[in-house]
């Protein structure tokens, strides 16, 4: 059974950063594209980040671009995901997700696999 955890998540102040961490397990990990998609009260899951298998190739979207990073370490199965300059609109619940094969994707649908979630809260 395929499982994703996540970790880091937590309460930090405008401006503020928080470094999530997820870990995958049940299957090898050096032939998944992993990804962070958020999802805030009352919306929908959102794209943030995706990296590819071998961590070569990165994607974000605008609303973090610039100012988040994503990074994968395949010896411990594990996806990392920085954020700085965290404001308010960055409150959601980020979950670690996985998708079969080598291709890239933005959307929600494209992944196979998900986690149970880690809160982010950013408010002074």
């Known amino acids: 059974q395929v499982q994703l955890a996540e970790s880091g998540g937590g309460m930090v102040q405008p401006g503020g950063s928080l470094k999530l961490s997820c870990v995958i397990s049940?299957?090898?990990?050096?032939?998944?594209?992993m990804a962070w998609l958020r999802q805030a009260p009352g919306k929908e899951h959102e794209f943030v980040a995706s990296?590819?298998?071998?961590?070569?190739?990165?994607l974000y979207a605008d609303s973090v671009k610039g100012r988040s990073s994503i990074s994968r370490n395949n010896a411990k199965n594990g996806i990392y995901l920085q954020m700085n300059s965290l404001t308010p609109e960055d409150t959601a619940v980020y979950h670690c997700?996985?998708?079969?094969?080598?291709?890239?994707?933005?959307?929600?649908?494209?992944?196979?696999?998900w986690g149970q979630g880690t809160q982010v809260t950013v408010s002074s």
């Open positions: 049940g299957r090898p990990f050096n032939n998944l594209v």
């Open positions: 990296i590819s298998d071998t961590g070569g190739r990165t």
């Open positions: 997700a996985a998708r079969r094969g080598f291709s890239m994707t933005t959307t929600n649908s494209g992944y196979d696999y």
